[in-house]
């Protein structure tokens, strides 16, 4: 199978795929232990694919849809359709010996986001990196790693970024702390590239930077680091991505999201303007 390029989101077909089983069967008033009865899997396996969280074998969508009464067969046909397409590896599939598998989840959906949002206390967002800063981070986070390992990482990053500057980039809106402009990760001359590629990066029209300046004091994510990303799919809820050393929290209940969505606003309301953050910026530039 040909994986999918760029800009392109299977893991968001999935998840599209998933939400409409799950409603095809609460429709008919059915239980995931009977779904997972029609093909011959667990009441676990059919909630993992109503989430989207695995791959869908079109026989079992076939058999599902014959279950859940769906007869029309340009509605099975269209859905069918969905569950190849959502089958198709990503391109970030070729680096799966460095991407975590959890971070894999992440990387499908950063590609279908239509708006990401994202706060930053420590490093600058792996999107606004530039290629030596993004070195030296997976330096620190990966000592022992050889160096064609690194190699790959930071090639997967720079990936990452083309969809900035593609067909149908998505809007980026990030915050960073003032720690995270201060931190001398790399050095000088690492730093002062990094500083003078966030002020170019802020003048495309679909990417907005801010600064948490220290300041400010205390703040609305004093908890840490978080993105929330929203789909262009009206379908599709909107979902919050916590990392952590191991792993990462993907939530998408409402009451979830709507604590990061506060959170978020009242960071772009309380930080430095985006003029004012290139104003800070420079200064920083001047001092260095």
Do not use: C
């Amino acid at each position: 199978m040909t994986p999918e390029s760029p800009g392109t989101g299977s893991t968001v077909r999935r998840i599209l795929l998933g939400s409409q089983l799950r409603r095809l069967r609460e429709r008919r008033g059915l239980s995931r232990q009977e779904a997972g009865y029609v093909i011959r899997a667990s009441e676990s396996k059919i909630s993992r694919l109503e989430l989207g969280r695995v791959s869908f074998k079109e026989r079992d969508v076939a058999d599902l849809l014959t279950f859940y009464g769906v007869t029309d067969e340009a509605e099975r046909e269209s859905l069918l359709r969905l569950a190849r397409e959502a089958n198709a590896p990503g391109w970030w599939h070729r680096y799966g010996d460095v991407l975590p598998h959890w971070f894999q989840t992440y990387v499908g959906l950063e590609e279908a986001a239509s708006l990401i949002r994202t706060y930053e206390l420590q490093f600058v967002p792996g999107l606004l990196q530039s290629e030596p800063y993004a070195r030296e981070v997976f330096r620190l986070g990966n000592a022992d790693a050889p160096a064609h390992e690194i190699d790959q990482r930071v090639e997967l990053r720079m990936q990452r970024q083309q969809r900035l500057t593609g067909p149908n980039a998505p809007r980026l809106w990030a915050v960073l702390d003032e720690a995270v402009l201060r931190r001398p990760i790399g050095g000088h001359e690492v730093m002062r590239g990094q500083v003078e590629h966030l002020i170019a990066v802020s003048k495309l029209p679909n990417i907005t930077v801010q600064v948490m300046p220290f300041t400010f004091g205390g703040h609305a994510a004093e908890g840490g680091a978080f993105s929330i990303l929203r789909f262009p799919e009206p379908d599709l809820p909107d979902v919050v991505y916590v990392e952590t050393l191991t792993g990462a929290l993907y939530l998408d209940k409402r009451d979830d999201v709507d604590v990061y969505m506060q959170a978020i606003e009242r960071l772009a309301v309380d930080s430095a303007t985006p003029d004012g953050t290139v104003e800070l910026l420079g200064a920083i530039l001047r001092e260095t």
